[in-house]
């Protein structure tokens, strides 16, 4: 398998603001509920990633979604359940490698939409170049020969907030791909 993980890493690079709430991307084929104003960074000419940041007591809580298309060199369709276990592997593994120290807390194989296949995962690790250890929780799918990823990204001193399992529910639940 190709490596596409490094799409999936957290960019803090600033690019075009966006305002909006209620987001949706053409470009990406998503509609998701980011906090606030959204930043996208084109990645390549296949990848992009959209991220909007929220506080909770002055500590950030990033909502990203990133959108890989499929390459000529890489499908982004299985036909097995297996298969895309294997991939789904991959992909985390490989979105671990932009953090230190990282461990997964959690995954879980399922049907998006009863339909397409994806992965409920957190893990928790240090981000590289920026010192800060931090718990991801992310929600990636196949639709239509494309990689969807929606994740909230925060520092662990907020990992028993209450208010986080709402914002990651309300997230995760507000992502609708075409």
């Not at 990406?28 to 959209?50: H, I, K, N, R």
């Not at 929606?150 to 791909?177: C, E, Q, W, Y």
Request: aromatic letters at 16%.
């Amino acid at each position: 398998m190709r490596k596409y993980g490094f799409i999936f890493c957290i960019s803090l690079a600033i690019s075009q603001p966006i305002s909006a709430a209620e987001f949706r991307s053409v470009k990406g084929g998503f509609q998701a509920s980011f906090p606030g104003e959204v930043e996208e960074v084109v990645v390549d000419p296949y990848s992009s990633a959209w991220t909007s940041f929220e506080f909770i007591e002055e500590i950030f809580v990033m909502h990203q979604v990133a959108v890989m298309k499929e390459k000529p060199d890489g499908p982004l369709h299985y036909e097995t359940h297996d298969e895309n276990k294997a991939f789904f592997n991959m992909f985390l593994k490989e979105l671990m490698q932009g953090y230190s120290n990282s461990r997964v807390l959690s995954y879980e194989y399922f049907l998006w939409k009863e339909k397409y296949p994806a992965i409920r995962y957190t893990f928790q690790g240090v981000m590289i170049g920026y010192d800060i250890e931090v718990i991801n929780e992310g929600l990636a799918l196949i639709f239509n020969r494309k990689l969807v990823k929606s994740a909230l990204i925060f520092p662990t001193i907020l990992k028993d907030d209450t208010r986080l399992n709402r914002m990651v529910n309300g997230f995760h639940n507000s992502l609708v791909v075409f």
